[in-house]
C-alpha cells in the first residue's frame, strides 16, 4: 500500500527548534500564546527536553498562515503535476519497490532525483535538530555544499511534494529540455540568484504554482482520499539528488541541503538506497515510507 500523503512545515516540524524558530509572518505585535500552546508547554516541563521539541513544533506549526492540499506519494499524480508545469514528458516517475540489487534493476536508468516520503518521529526530528546545532551559517553556503545546488525553503503548510518536485527538477533540468515558456524555465529563471528564503517568499506569492498544486493534490489520479488543509499530516517529502559529485539531501525544513558523501550517475541510486535506510532506522517501527525515482518515461509511458 502506498505510503500516503505529505506533508506541511508542521508534520515536517517546519524549522522549530531550540535555536531554530519558526519565522510567523504577522502585521502587528505577536499575540499572546494561545491555549493549546500553554498547555503543551506545561506538559513539555513534564514530559522531558525532548518531547518538548516534537510537541512544540506541532502547536507553533498549526498558527501557519498559508496551507496546501498534501500531495499523494504516487507518480502519476507527480508525473502530471511536473509535466504541467514544464517537465518534458519523456521523464517520469516510478515506484521504487526496495533497494535491494533486484528490485533497482526495475528502476529507468539513468535516475535523475528521489523523492522519499517519511514519517515524522521524535526520533527524525531528534537527528534534524542535532544537525541544525552543528550548522553555523544561516543559507545554503557551506564549504560542503557544491554552489551549483539549487535549494529552497519551505515555508507554506503541505506543500512538501511540491518543494520536492522542484528540488528535483531544479538540480537535475540540465539533463533533458524544459520549454523556455513553461512555468518552470520562467521560475527559475526569477530565482537563479535568491536565497532560499528569498525564493520560498516567491512560491508564497505565485498563484498559478498553488493553483496547479491544488489541481494535483484533488487529482482523480489519487488513490487514497483527499484531506482538509488543516488535517495532520505527519509524513513528509525530501528529494535526494546528485550535483557535482555529491549526493544530497534537499529538505525545505531545513537551513541548508544536506551532503551525504560522493556519488555519480552511475552510483546515485545504489548510494541513495543507503541514505534512505537511515530515514527508515530513524521512523522505528513505522511502514509509512515511499521512495519515487524520476528517470526517463518507460516506452514513453513513464511510469508515469
Known amino acids: 500500500p502506498r505510503a500516503g500523503l505529505g506533508c506541511d512545515p508542521k508534520p515536517g516540524l517546519s524549522t522549530v527548534g531550540p535555536d531554530d524558530g519558526l519565522q510567523i509572518k504577522t502585521g502587528a505585535a505577536s499575540p499572546l500564546l ?3 500552546l500553554l498547555l503543551l508547554m506545561v506538559l513539555c516541563l513534564l514530559d522531558g527536553a525532548r518531547r518538548c521539541h516534537f ?4 502547536a507553533l506549526a498549526s498558527t501557519m498562515g498559508k496551507k496546501w492540499l498534501p500531495l499523494e506519494s ?17 521523464i517520469g516517475f516510478h515506484d521504487i519497490f526496495g533497494f535491494e540489487p533486484d528490485l533497482l534493476a526495475m528502476v529507468p536508468q539513468p535516475t535523475h532525483a528521489i523523492l522519499l516520503l517519511f514519517p515524522i518521529t521524535e526520533a527524525s526530528e531528534k537527528a534534524r535538530l542535532e544537525h541544525a546545532s552543528t550548522r553555523n551559517d544561516d543559507d545554503a553556503a ?3 555544499v557544491s554552489p551549483g545546488v539549487w535549494f529552497t525553503r519551505q515555508t507554506i503548510g503541505n506543500a512538501c511534494g511540491t518543494i520536492g518536485v522542484l528540488h528535483a527538477v531544479a538540480n537535475t533540468q540540465h539533463e533533458y529540455s524544459i520549454a523556455d515558456d513553461s512555468w518552470f524555465a520562467r521560475f527559475f529563471a526569477a530565482t537563479s540568484t535568491m536565497t532560499p ?3 520560498a517568499a516567491h512560491l508564497e506569492a505565485d498563484d498559478s504554482l498553488e493553483a496547479a498544486h491544488a489541481g494535483a493534490a484533488s487529482s482523480v489520479a489519487s488513490s ?4 482538509t488543509p488543516d488535517e495532520e499530516v505527519d509524513l513528509h517529502f525530501v528529494a535526494l539528488v546528485h550535483v557535482d559529485g555529491g549526493l544530497y539531501e534537499l529538505d525545505g525544513r531545513k537551513e541548508a541541503p544536506v551532503r551525504h558523501g560522493d556519488t555519480s550517475a552511475e552510483s546515485f541510486l545504489l548510494d541513495a538506497g543507503a541514505v534512505v535506510k537511515k530515514f527508515v532506522q530513524a521512523g522505528g517501527d513505522s511502514l509509512s515510507f515511499n521512495a519515487i525515482a524520476m528517470g526517463p518515461s518507460a516506452g514513453g509511458d513513464a511510469m508515469f
Request: proline share 15%; aromatic share 2%.
Open 224 to 227: 487514497t482520499a483527499v484531506p
Open 55 to 58: 510537541l512544540r513544533a506541532r
Open 34 to 36: 494561545p491555549p493549546l
Open 74 to 90: 504516487n507518480p502519476e499524480v507527480m508525473a502530471d503535476f511536473a509535466h504541467a508545469l514544464g517537465l518534458p514528458t519523456e
Open 197 to 199: 528564503a528569498e525564493r
Open 142 to 144: 557551506s564549504d560542503l
